[in-house]
């Protein structure tokens, strides 16, 4: 039975038991900062689980997609080495919310994997464990479903407390939690095949014989901070089952890595490395990284130097290293998507939908990190050489880390095939010392966190820029007090405020705070806490006390421009996805009065033609003039309407809808609680006035709206005519003019280079001459003035010429630089090796060099140091002779 077909069959058996089969939901969770990645099925159900939201159903079922590679979930150093660790996995699971509970869910469970009308799996061949208090279940398998007593396994407290135990889950310290039950498959019955473990709870449970392949949780306590257990008043099951374990079970093998899915994979990294399957270890780590990779992307994560996406540039990395191994020096790991697609696309479909994007986004992470793998291995090999014990330097392997790119766990899985360890404890103190040097190095000034307790702040923003509040509380140099006197500079806490203060990019708000005797300027506003608002200024004059009510006054003209700004990230976040494609997620910005700027997912830079096209649909829309609406509703109803939530955000139960324009005529429609213009209209002239890279898959654009546009066409229009008068032209020709200038000054350099070169041969016929004779051999050794790194390469090959046999070395300093060359002619090179002899003369000038054994190059930083340099020459020659 397939992968493909245990996957249906799974979820067909629950749509008949009246489950409602729910999608996967991405591998970046929604709405949830707590977890990296999903890591198992009940992720997307946990607010339903803890009753903050409700579905439409009580009973469901999924396949979900699962990584664990980050975090408390990482298998990552244990991919390739056993039978069933993954990065990527498929979590079959079913899900009751407070309908069915124990009796059920064990019957649907046992009726599943026994029945032969569905998988028919030897029952003597199964064993179940409970938790060791847990008497109703124990009494469910033994009364009801009739397994034998010695085949049920009551398991106790094994984790050294009370419910810490293998059968005890729980969804955090406090919260749901309750005992579970699972079944496990003996892979070994006659031991004929030597598989070596034990039953659960015995001494051998660590080993390969019993697996477990289906976990069904009971959430049916609620346990309190002091660590009361309380009945829940409707227990939910929660229950997880492996597809690849089940898979390889029903494929009659232990290792998940010999089932259909992983041959079809293993064995299109043989055919690339031009090897037989299961060659080695390093076909497996590459078939398991390729699922982890190629879904990540798929769900939005782009390998980077943070968060997600370095996990990503782990697995990666990790997987392009092994293939190194195997041999493929070249670009590989892009084109094992499509033999994935073709094993798991009909399941996915974004794998095929996305396709290009992700060989796209993973070949240009090959490219990168071939850049830097070679050096990185140079450096680990020649520490690795000089060892006198078995562990490899801490700042050795931080060096890696921080120089090369290379993961911590990507050094150890070197040191494991080499049989050495890490100094973990060292690289710790690097990465420290590191952390320190970048605090240091910060400008960024923290005003300390602010103790308060209190009313949250009410925001009236939305509806205008002027209004009334009364001082809640008062801070200065981060302490509370009762009052702020003239020419203090302090933060002050409203009941009711029009400021808006920073959040979602858009920075916090400027303008006024005022009594009949005092005149607070609000110079940032940030939030406390929650929705507590701090505004962050200097009392220019008088005394403000708490309990004063006062004026609030945003500024008019800062504001105004800020929304229009804002505005027009919406529609350029829209145009983005519509010219570029829907790959494009925000992955941070940054909003002011002068202009927006846009992070975003892209893999290119984005062309003239694109950028040309992105201006124009934005401003269509603003010429479009539509009205600019906000309604506040349920996340699950936004998000069905169409509103796009922002990557990795987090979003509560209800949230602010931003439209532009409705029907046909929609622009554009995200979750924002900024501030906006009332219509399209509004925003005025959009400009694009830069677009670079800022990290690995990373893209910024800058743009302006509205007067400040205006100014920044105005500034453009100053430079052409100043240009249009250097070049005696005018606007209507300075491009022709200007043209003609940088060809002149090509056929310039021309000529000057060839000048160049008959002066170098005119030097050259001067200075063989002056070779000496060291034991046979001629040898130049000269100091050149004004010479640089080209010209000295010329001047080196005719004097090798006219010598016919010699050695020649050449050092010229430019300013504080020295270049330097050496050349040998072919009879010598099996005496003196050019590389050896310019490394020689550049450690004396503070550099280093290197090449060819009849030509090499280097350079230093001492120039005062280059005639004893050369002047040390024919003594290490003869030496060498």
Avoid at 23 to 50: E, H, I, Y
Avoid at 812 to 820: E, F, H, M, Y
Wanted: net charge negative.
């Amino acid at each position: 039975m397939t992968s493909n077909e245990l996957r249906a069959k799974f979820l067909d058996f629950f749509r008949s038991k009246g489950h409602t089969i729910v999608p996967s939901s991405p591998l970046v969770p929604g709405n949830d900062p707590t977890l990296l990645f999903t890591n198992a099925g009940m992720v997307q159900f946990k607010d339903v689980f803890t009753g903050q939201d409700k579905r439409p159903y009580t009973r469901a079922a999924s396949s979900q997609k699962c990584v664990r590679a980050g975090g408390k979930h990482n298998d990552l150093e244990n991919v390739g080495y056993t039978a069933r660790h993954h990065t990527f996995f498929e979590m079959l699971g079913n899900f009751s919310f407070g309908d069915y509970f124990k009796p059920d869910a064990i019957a649907y469970a046992w009726e599943f994997i026994t029945s032969p009308a569905w998988l028919g799996i030897d029952k003597s061949r199964l064993l179940v464990t409970v938790y060791h208090e847990d008497d109703e279940a124990y009494g469910i398998w033994k009364d009801r479903i009739g397994v034998p007593t010695e085949r049920i396994v009551r398991i106790g407290d094994n984790k050294g407390a009370r419910y810490a135990s293998d059968n005890f889950w729980a969804m955090g310290d406090t919260g749901p939690c309750g005992p579970c039950t699972e079944i496990f498959y003996d892979h070994d019955p006659d031991g004929s095949k030597g598989i070596w473990g034990g039953p659960p709870g015995s001494a051998e449970e660590d080993g390969d014989r019993w697996i477990e392949i289906w976990n069904v949780v009971f959430m049916q306590f609620e346990r309190g901070a002091d660590g009361s257990m309380a009945r829940l008043p409707a227990p939910s099951v929660d229950t997880g089952m492996g597809l690849e374990r089940i898979s390889a079970l029903m494929q009659g093998t232990n290792d998940n890595y010999q089932t259909d899915t992983f041959r079809h994979l293993i064995g299109a990294v043989a055919r690339l490395a031009g090897q037989q399957p299961y060659a080695n270890a390093s076909q497996k780590v590459i078939a398991d990284h390729i699922r982890a990779t190629a879904f990540l992307i798929a769900d939005g994560v782009l390998p980077s130097n943070e968060g997600r996406g370095y996990v990503l540039r782990r697995i990666m990395r990790r997987a392009i290293r092994h293939g190194y191994k195997l041999g493929l020096n070249e670009p590989f790991f892009h084109k094992l998507v499509a033999p994935l697609a073709e094993i798991m696309g009909a399941a996915y479909p974004e794998l095929n939908g996305k396709r290009a994007l992700i060989e796209k986004a993973i070949r240009a992470e090959e490219d990168s990190f071939a850049i830097t793998l070679d050096k990185g291995m140079k450096l680990l090999d020649d520490a690795i050489a000089r060892l006198s014990g078995d562990t490899i330097p801490g700042d050795v392997v931080f060096k890696l880390y921080d120089t090369y790119g290379f993961p911590l766990d990507l050094t150890a899985d070197i040191a494991r095939e080499k049989n050495l360890k890490l100094d973990e404890a060292g690289y710790e103190r690097e990465m420290d010392a590191q952390r320190e040097r970048a605090r240091a190095a910060s400008s960024f000034k923290s005003a300390g966190t602010l103790v308060y307790e209190g009313a949250e702040t009410c925001f009236i923003g939305y509806e205008g820029l002027n209004g009334e509040g009364k001082v809640l509380a008062l801070y200065r140099d981060g302490q509370s007090v009762s009052e702020l006197k003239a020419g203090e500079a302090g933060v002050v806490v409203l009941d009711e405020t029009p400021f808006y203060a920073e959040s979602g990019g858009q920075v916090g708000d400027r303008g006024t705070l005022s009594t009949a005797a005092a005149r607070f300027e609000v110079r940032d506003t940030q939030k406390l806490k929650g929705s507590v608002f701090g505004h962050h200024g200097v009392l220019n004059g008088g005394a403000l006390k708490v309990g004063d009510t006062v004026k609030a006054e945003v500024s008019d003209s800062v504001r105004r421009a800020t929304m229009r700004n804002h505005s027009a990230t919406h529609l350029l976040h829209r145009a983005l996805r519509d010219v570029l494609g829907t790959h494009v997620a925000q992955k941070g910005s940054l909003v002011d009065e002068q202009r927006t700027r846009f992070d975003f997912s892209h893999n290119a830079p984005v062309t003239a033609d694109e950028i040309a096209e992105i201006e124009n649909r934005v401003n269509r829309a603003v010429l479009a003039n539509v009205p600019v609406t906000a309604e506040v509703m349920k996340y699950d109803d936004a998000i069905k309407a169409g509103a796009m939530a922002l990557f990795g955000e987090k979003y509560g139960d209800e949230v602010r809808v931003l439209a532009m324009g409705q029907g046909d005529n929609n622009f554009s429609t995200e979750l924002c609680g900024g501030t906006h213009v009332s219509r399209t209209g509004d925003i005025g002239l959009f400009k694009i006035v830069s677009e670079g890279g800022v990290a690995a898959g990373v893209r910024r654009i800058e743009a302006i709206t509205g007067e400040n546009s205006l100014a920044y066409l105005r500034g453009l229009d100053g430079k052409l005519k100043k240009v249009g008068e250097l070049v005696r032209g005018n606007a209507d020709d300075v491009d022709a003019k200007v043209e003609q200038l940088i060809e002149r000054s090509k056929q310039l350099d021309k000529e000057i280079a060839a000048l160049k070169g008959k002066l170098a041969s005119s030097a050259g016929s001067d200075l063989a001459a002056q070779a000496q004779d060291i034991k046979g051999v001629k040898l130049l050794a000269a100091k050149l003035d004004g010479v640089d790194g080209n010209d000295l390469r010329t001047l080196m090959d005719q004097l090798k010429n006219k010598l016919g046999s010699g050695i020649v070395v050449l050092g010229s300093a430019n300013g504080d630089k020295v270049s330097l060359i050496a050349g040998v002619t072919a009879d010598l090179t099996g005496k003196v090796k050019a590389g050896e002899l310019v490394n020689f003369v550049a450690q004396q000038v503070g550099g280093k060099g290197g090449g060819r054994p009849d030509m090499a190059q280097a350079g230093g930083t001492q120039p005062a140091q280059l005639p004893a340099a050369i002047a040390s020459v024919p003594g290490w020659i003869e030496a060498k002779l």
